[in-house]
C-alpha cells in the first residue's frame, strides 16, 4: 500500500490507494494543546452514527442543496433504486472517478435507477463553481461536513492500518438504496465495476 500524508491546517488528510480503490480518509478533527498536536477520536460517536444507515435501515429523511440552492429529499424519489455517490472535490480518486459516474447519470435517464452524486465539500459555492465547471451538476447535491446528520454517517467506514485504527470518513463512498427507501448496501463497489453491476442486477432481480 502506497500512502500520502499531508497536514492541512486542521484537517490531516491521509490518500492511501489498495486493491479496492477506495482511496481517501478524513481522519478526526484535532486540537493544539501546549505546543503539541493531540487527536481526538469520534469514533465511539461514528460508531453510533453508522447504526442509523446499517443495511436494513430507511434511507434518512434530509433536504439536500442543487446547485441552485433548492432543496430536494432523497426520500421524495419514488419508484427508483437509488446508487448515492458520496465524494468531495479533494479527493483525487473521487474527482478521477467523476466522468465514469457521470456517464451511469446520463445512460440511466428513463429508467427506474437513479444516480445521485453527493458532495461533503465544505462550502457549498466552492462545490457549485467545482461542478458547473465540469458540467456535473446533473443530480447532483451539496450536504458539506453536516456531521450530525444521518446522511452524512454512510461517509463513514472502519480504517485500520499500522497507522490507524479508528472510525474515519472514506471516500469516494457507494451506496444502494431500494425503491421503497431501504438501505440495501451502504459499501458497493464503484458503479462502474463489474461487481456493482452482477450485485445490482441480483437486487433488482429479487425485488
Not at 505546543?35 to 443495511?55: C, G, W
Not at 431501504?182 to 463489474?194: C, D, K, R, T
Request: contains cysteine; proline residues 4%; hydrophobic residues 40%.
Amino acid at each position: 500500500m502506497k500512502c500520502h500524508v499531508a497536514i492541512i491546517i486542521i484537517l490531516t488528510i491521509f490518500s492511501c490507494k489498495n486493491n479496492q480503490d477506495k482511496a481517501v480518509t478524513v481522519p478526526v478533527d484535532f486540537i493544539e494543546e501546549e505546543s503539541k498536536l493531540e487527536i481526538i477520536d469520534h469514533s465511539d460517536a461514528n460508531a453510533k452514527r453508522m447504526q442509523l444507515v446499517k443495511n436494513g435501515e430507511r434511507l434518512p429523511d434530509l433536504a439536500l442543496l442543487d446547485v441552485r440552492g433548492k432543496p430536494i429529499d432523497l426520500t421524495s424519489i419514488k419508484g427508483k433504486t437509488l446508487v448515492l455517490n458520496f465524494w468531495a472535490s479533494w479527493c483525487t480518486p473521487c474527482v478521477e472517478y467523476m466522468p465514469d459516474y457521470q456517464n451511469l447519470i446520463n445512460e440511466s435517464s428513463g429508467t427506474d435507477i437513479e444516480y445521485v452524486a453527493i458532495s461533503i465539500d465544505d462550502e457549498m459555492s466552492y462545490w457549485k463553481d467545482f461542478i458547473e465547471e465540469r458540467d456535473w451538476t446533473d443530480h447532483s447535491y451539496w450536504l458539506g461536513m453536516k456531521e450530525r446528520e444521518p446522511l452524512f454517517a454512510f461517509t463513514y467506514s472502519k480504517i485500520e492500518t499500522e497507522d490507524i485504527n479508528s472510525i474515519l470518513v472514506a471516500l469516494p463512498k457507494y451506496v444502494i438504496i431500494s425503491s421503497d427507501g431501504v438501505i440495501l448496501n451502504n459499501n458497493a463497489s464503484h458503479p462502474s465495476s463489474e461487481e456493482f453491476k452482477a450485485e445490482l442486477s441480483t437486487m433488482l432481480t429479487s425485488l
